[in-house]
């Protein structure tokens, strides 16, 4: 079983940064793909980014690509999205997923474990 407690959601002003975290619990940590996800009320939960379960393989959703990273720390149980350059349209409710596996995962079928959420609203 895994748990997944995110943090580090807030308001910030068009083109600044945010960094979120999530912090996760499990025996086998290391051996889970990560990924982040996000949702508003108008839309359903899309793909942000993914991390293999080493860290050398990284995937983004076209519209975050090139202003968010994805990063990960084994050793602390711990996955990161960096966020750079943000926008109104990031303005959503952000999750973190893990799944057991190696392979990087985009969609959110792929995914057993979910974080609660934590909010970023970007003001224009």
């Known amino acids: 079983q895994v748990q997944l407690v995110e943090s580090g959601g807030g308001l910030v002003q068009a083109g600044g940064s945010l960094r979120l975290s999530c912090a996760a619990s499990?025996?086998?940590?290391?051996?889970?793909?990560m990924g982040w996800f996000r949702q508003t009320p108008e839309k359903e939960r899309e793909f942000v980014a993914t991390?293999?379960?080493?860290?050398?393989?990284?995937y983004y959703a076209d519209s975050v690509k090139g202003r968010f990273t994805i990063s990960r720390d084994n050793a602390k149980n711990m996955v990161y999205l960096q966020m750079n350059s943000l926008h109104p349209a990031d303005t959503a409710v952000y999750y973190c997923?893990?799944?057991?596996?190696?392979?990087?995962?985009?969609?959110?079928?792929?995914?057993?474990?979910w974080g609660q959420g934590t909010q970023v609203t970007v003001s224009s």
């Open positions: 991390i293999s379960w080493s860290g050398a393989g990284a």
């Open positions: 997923a893990a799944e057991r596996g190696v392979a990087l995962a985009t969609t959110r079928s792929e995914y057993a474990y």
């Open positions: 499990g025996r086998t940590w290391n051996s889970y793909v």
